[in-house]
């Protein structure tokens, strides 16, 4: 008898170990992802970058031609500077006749002009320092009654949506605003919704911890502040 308790007592002690083993084995994966796929896509962007600069840089001063090694990071760097560069040209009245001067012969190339406003004004709503998109978020009930998403709030919904909204039946004082729905687990793809003000709960959670909630599937949930 004794020795059947023996062998459960050993049993039970090595699956115990096993769990163990297993749990610290997930808890290195969940430390050890995040980091490892940061770090492989900062390096991948900036390997990219630098493939895409270095070649551009006069010989003279590519440190990689009096190095024995290759310096990563030199090609992101010209690049940041070149940026930085032309944003203060274009600061400027000889500047802003320049890109004005781009601009339209831009807007006379059919196809192009489309795709140049698109992207230009994508960009500047998203980089302007006038305008900050998405600064709350909430919630909703969609697709149906009962249910309920998490959105961003985007804007105050103005011009001719506003306008047909009002045609349409909805009172000319209602605060129609736009909200954007983001998917599970990819929060850039969604829809763009017009609501009621009034059926937008809005939630103390910042934007990003609502990104985290939604990428994580509900996972991932930021605490309530007492």
Do not use: C, H
């Amino acid at each position: 008898m004794s020795e059947n308790n023996n062998i459960l007592e050993s049993g039970t002690k090595s699956a115990g170990a096993f769990t163990r083993l297993r749990n610290y084995f997930l808890t290195g994966i969940v430390i050890a992802a995040p980091i490892s796929i940061t770090i492989y896509l900062t390096w991948t962007f900036v390997s990219f970058v630098d493939e895409s600069v270095k070649p551009l840089i006069p010989a003279v001063y590519n440190p990689d031609n009096y190095l024995p090694f290759s310096v990563p990071g030199v090609g992101l760097i010209v690049a940041i500077f070149a940026l930085t560069m032309l944003g203060f040209l274009t600061a400027n009245y000889l500047g802003r006749s320049m890109i004005a001067s781009s601009e339209r012969m831009l807007s006379r190339m059919p196809l192009i002009r489309n795709l140049y406003s698109g992207l230009k004004q994508l960009f500047e709503t998203v980089l302007s320092q006038k305008q900050k998109s998405f600064q709350k978020a909430g919630i909703i009930e969609y697709p149906r009654k009962g249910l309920y998403a998490v959105v961003f709030i985007s804007t105050q919904t103005k011009g001719e949506v506003k306008s047909k909204l009002t045609e349409s039946g909805v009172p000319s004082e209602e605060n129609i605003i736009s909200v954007f729905l983001p998917t599970t687990p990819n929060p850039t793809s969604g829809f763009l919704l017009f609501v009621k003000e009034t059926d937008v709960t809005l939630l103390d959670m910042s934007v990003e911890e609502a990104a985290k909630l939604v990428i994580s599937a509900g996972l991932v949930s930021p605490e309530e502040d007492e």
